[in-house]
């Protein structure tokens, strides 16, 4: 075989042809197989689906049935209404006798036959028929007869038939249900009928209620007891709404009716227990409402709601006592539910009255219409407020102290806060009581957030959340915060108050800052810092400084957190205290804007307190470098007060560190880029004298720029440094196009307008013809300048 490739190549090529070969051949064998399956499967038969009927014939027939049924009712009712007239009173009373008997009988027949739906509705034609008998009986023979009371009567009547009807025929499912349905009339129309009242009423639907519950406790059909059970939850809740509308007016009529609502309601919680929840608490509320509504006929009005919550209070404790988890009866865990439910209902809308008032001791101060150290004090938000809502939170707070929960015991301790909050506003103590009751509970809250064993004893284990005494601490330490703070915009109203709360204060968050852990002593520390910067401000207002001698005094605020974060140094609330500080003199800086030279003055201080925290190991990268800047600022504010307007003055001071520390750093790490060790310092001072230079009529600074830059880029081009031979270059070949500027111009003026485009033309031939080599020699100069650092 002659081929012209080597042996080696030659054979690579066989492989691979050999290769794609027997993958093509195993495709067809694939294919083969799967067209010999086809060719010899036998083909199956396809199922045959019938549709699927869209209703059976159980429900087509009593569609049909029920259409047949109203028909006739339809038919019965226009009869009676409309064709009544035209027939004698004996073809009245045949007519509607016939039809309702042979309607009433015809069910046993078709019953023997098994025909029950069309017993169903036969039947339930019939006790129509039975309603419009009595209504045609009404017209013709006692058309004297009160509505009321015929209707009370005729509805006793039909109840009764219809159950001696449904008892003797108990196959059929209607008559039975019907009959408890009617049976809901007679007695609360008898009682309108006798001219009875609203309350009257509601103890007739009450009696009604109770006999449903009894039907629905013998043994009826299903449908019956459901139909019972649903009329006497409907009708119950009408005596229930009755007795709590009344109790707030005439109380003494109102609670008989309530008691009655709650044996009935505490009964069908121990009978039911799919109902004990809601039937207790039910019950609960009648029963509190009875309670409190004969205290509100008793006490002044300002006692109404008190009473309630006491009553609420009474009946949940008495409910968790009583009702043990060791009693015989089986609903009796729900019942305890239900009643505590109730009655912490009823506590909870108590508190959302007595709310209002802890937000106007709250937010209050805070909402200030009068000037700082007026002597003048801000009115209540939103008017006055009543004298027994404290007395609400502390029921509240006493009650909830007593359950071992840790919830309980967070929100007992939220509730004694919200109280001395509250209290202030509330009896409207003297402005001295209610700064001292503020400053009273941020020492209470606060305590608490530092020792929260005091409250957290008797706990369980702490859950998977968080621990008892951790959520305890961060409650009180926000109330103490909040109560803190509070109390400072309080004490802005009265100059010497001011001094001593914020005295107060700064003692109390240095407390905290000291005996509190975590992030709490994080904030307090921060909190004390900020406390002593007001006390200084507060100082500076009442020497009547000005803001920028405030400013200075201010300083003396970080000087004192550089002290504490050399004392603390590498605890974490160091770092706390320390920003703090710096942020208090960023406001010296920005009350000292207004005299250049005080800022100048700051911003030195500050410089050398940062040169301070530098000898710190822990704090030298940052403090160096932002005494560094403090500096700076501090020599550029100062030439700006003396007018200096040269940008090599503000320049100068940057570039010079800036090279030495680019220096040591390529001493130190020789391999370290030109650009990151002298390009910053070297364009923050070259940059800013071109431009100036470029506008600058006078010789000297483009020649001084000139002799430096070409220092650089000789520099650069000696040590093969890249960003010197560039930024020199650059800034050397602009300085000099500039000075030579004015002699290219007077050139091109002289010279004739066809020599530039001639020129130009000889230039670009030049170009042309040597530009393989202008290639070759820009690529040799980006390769040595790529090899630079």
């Not at 301790?413 to 001292?436: D, M, N």
């Amino acid at each position: 075989m002659d081929s012209s490739l080597p042996p080696a190549e030659e054979l690579v090529l066989v492989d691979r042809e050999l290769a794609r070969l027997d993958a093509h051949r195993a495709q067809l064998l694939a294919r083969r197989d799967w067209l010999l399956r086809v060719l010899y499967t036998p083909v199956a038969a396809a199922p045959v689906t019938t549709p699927r009927p869209e209703a059976t014939p159980r429900s087509a027939q009593n569609v049909l049935l029920t259409l047949g049924g109203v028909l006739l009712t339809v038919a019965a009712v226009a009869f009676t209404l409309v064709s009544w007239g035209s027939m004698g009173i004996g073809g009245r009373a045949a007519v509607l006798g016939v039809v309702t008997s042979a309607a009433l009988l015809a069910p046993v027949a078709l019953l023997r036959k098994g025909l029950r739906s069309t017993a169903e509705s036969v039947a339930a034609l019939g006790l129509v028929l039975t309603l419009l008998d009595a209504y045609a009986l009404h017209r013709v023979a006692l058309p004297d007869t009160g509505a009321l009371s015929y209707t009370a009567s005729a509805a006793a009547v039909l109840a009764a038939v219809w159950a001696g009807y449904g008892a003797a025929l108990t196959r059929l499912r209607i008559p039975l249900p019907a009959a408890v349905a009617m049976a809901q009339l007679p007695l609360p129309l008898g009682v309108l009928a006798a001219g009875g009242g609203m309350l009257s009423f509601a103890w007739a639907a009450l009696a009604t209620a109770v006999l449903d519950l009894a039907a629905a406790r013998r043994a009826l059909p299903a449908p019956a007891r459901i139909t019972a059970l649903v009329m006497a939850g409907a009708l119950g809740g009408l005596p229930l709404i009755t007795g709590l509308s009344l109790s707030t007016g005439t109380p003494l009529r109102a609670t008989p009716l309530l008691l009655a609502c709650a044996a009935v309601l505490l009964y069908v919680a121990v009978r039911t227990a799919p109902a004990a929840l809601p039937a207790a608490a039910l019950a609960g509320v009648a029963l509190i409402a009875s309670a409190g509504g004969l205290l509100r006929a008793a006490l002044p009005e300002v006692w109404t709601v008190p009473g309630y919550a006491l009553c609420g209070v009474v009946l949940a404790a008495v409910a968790l006592r009583a009702l043990t988890r060791g009693t015989a009866l089986p609903e009796a865990g729900a019942i305890r539910r239900g009643l505590a439910c109730a009655g912490g209902g009823v506590l909870a809308l108590a508190l959302s009255w007595a709310l209002p008032s802890v937000a106007a001791g709250l937010l209050g101060p805070l909402a200030r219409t009068t000037a700082p150290w007026s002597g003048e004090h801000a009115e209540p938000l939103l008017g006055s407020y009543p004298a027994t809502a404290p007395l609400v939170l502390l029921l509240a707070a006493a009650a909830l102290a007593t359950v071992p929960r840790l919830w309980a015991r967070c929100a007992a301790l939220a509730l004694a806060w919200a109280l001395l909050t509250a209290l202030p506003v509330s009896l409207g103590l003297p402005y001295a009581a209610t700064l001292a009751l503020q400053l009273l509970t941020a020492v209470a809250a606060l305590g608490v957030a530092v020792r929260p064993a005091l409250l957290t004893r008797g706990l369980p284990e702490p859950g998977p959340l968080a621990a008892p005494a951790e959520a305890v601490a961060w409650l009180g330490y926000a109330g103490g915060l909040a109560s803190a703070v509070g109390a400072v915009a309080l004490g802005l109203d009265v100059r010497a108050a001011t001094f001593a709360v914020l005295g107060v204060v700064l003692a109390l968050l240095t407390g905290v800052a000291v005996l509190a852990t975590g992030v709490r002593r994080l904030v307090g520390a921060c909190g004390a810092v900020l406390a002593a910067a007001g006390l200084v401000g507060a100082g500076a207002v009442a020497a009547q400084a000005g803001p920028e001698v405030a400013g200075l005094l201010l300083l003396a605020v970080p000087a004192g957190t550089v002290g504490i974060g050399a004392w603390l140094r590498r605890r974490p609330v160091a770092v706390a205290v320390e920003a703090t500080g710096a942020a208090v003199a960023l406001c010296a800086f920005g009350l000292t804007v207004g005299r250049p030279a005080l800022l100048a003055l700051a911003l030195a201080l500050c410089g050398v307190l940062a040169a301070a925290t530098a000898v710190r190991p822990e704090r030298r990268r940052v403090a160096s470098w932002t005494a560094a800047a403090l500096f700076l600022l501090a020599g550029w504010v100062r030439l700006a007060v003396w007018d200096v307007t040269a940008p090599e003055a503000y320049t100068l001071p940057v570039t010079v560190p800036a090279l030495v520390v680019g220096v040591l750093r390529r001493r130190r790490d020789p391999e370290a880029s030109s650009w990151t060790a002298y390009g910053p310092g070297l364009a923050v001072t070259l940059l800013p004298s071109l431009l100036a230079a470029w506008t600058d009529p006078q010789w000297a600074r483009p020649l001084l720029l000139g002799l430096a830059a070409l220092a650089v880029t000789l520099l650069g081009a000696r040590f093969r440094l890249q960003a010197l031979l560039v930024l020199g270059g650059t800034v050397l070949a602009l300085d000099g196009l500039h000075e030579l500027a004015p002699y290219v111009v007077q050139v091109v003026g002289a010279l004739p307008r066809w020599l530039p485009p001639a020129l130009a033309g000889l230039l670009l031939l030049a170009v042309g013809a040597t530009y393989e080599q202008r290639l070759r020699d820009a690529r040799r100069l980006r390769e040595r300048l790529g090899r630079m650092r």
